[in-house]
């Protein structure tokens, strides 16, 4: 990627920590000044939202990057097939807000290094936004796992809304009963509760 002035600030919009670890070390690498929001009223529950944010903090502490937080607590999420832009939209927005509050000159997300997420829908609103920078850091994805574990973060399960975690659910339900179906007893069965970790989703 082509780097920068060190001059230019760049805030980084981090929907985990997991996802923040080696995004953080792009930006750095092509001259960035990187200053990292955690803004994600879509977390639920409200245990879930608090794992998330402490392994956010986690990552600030060790990359020694400042960390900014805004909470909505009036954020409704939608149920329909439109709830992933309208999540996108939202955070975005802020994202945009706190930019140009801080003086940063760019600003982007830790979406786009996750190979799950939807990177033609977050490029298409972010590109409304003045000074959304895309970058698909979707090739960095298994490098995160393996900060993400040396650091012992937290590593959750599904995107973050309600919607997303049934769907999470129901996918590695029927990943299961696939595999149950295609080696018989040799590939043990889990309960829906209990999922590996190097299969999660996002």
């Not at 439109?82 to 927005?93: E, K, M, S």
């Not at 994805?141 to 959750?156: A, E, H, K, V």
Request: aromatic residues 10%; hydrophobic residues 30%.
């Amino acid at each position: 990627m082509k780097r920068v002035s060190i001059s230019s600030r760049l805030l980084l919009h981090c929907c985990c920590g997991p996802c923040a670890t080696v995004s953080i070390d792009v930006f750095r690498q092509m001259g960035y000044e990187v200053v990292t929001l955690f803004f994600n009223p879509n977390i639920a529950p409200a245990d879930e939202y608090n794992k998330r944010l402490s392994a956010w903090k986690t990552v600030c502490e060790d990359k020694g990057v400042h960390g900014i937080i805004r909470e909505d607590d009036e954020y409704k999420p939608q149920k329909d097939r439109d709830r992933c832009a309208h999540c996108y939209q939202t955070r975005l927005r802020i994202a945009s807000k706190v930019a140009i509050d801080i003086n940063a000159n760019h600003f982007t997300t830790t979406l786009t290094i996750s190979p799950y997420q939807n990177h033609a829908l977050i490029r298409a609103i972010g590109d409304s936004m003045r000074g959304f920078r895309y970058f698909d850091l979707r090739d960095r994805y298994r490098d995160s796992l393996i900060q993400s574990r040396s650091l012992n973060l937290y590593l959750q399960r599904y995107c973050g809304c309600l919607e997303s975690q049934l769907e999470a659910q129901w996918m590695m339900k029927n990943r299961r009963e696939k595999r149950r179906k295609t080696y018989g007893d040799c590939v043990p069965w889990k309960p829906d509760c209990v999922l590996d970790r190097d299969n999660n989703r996002y």
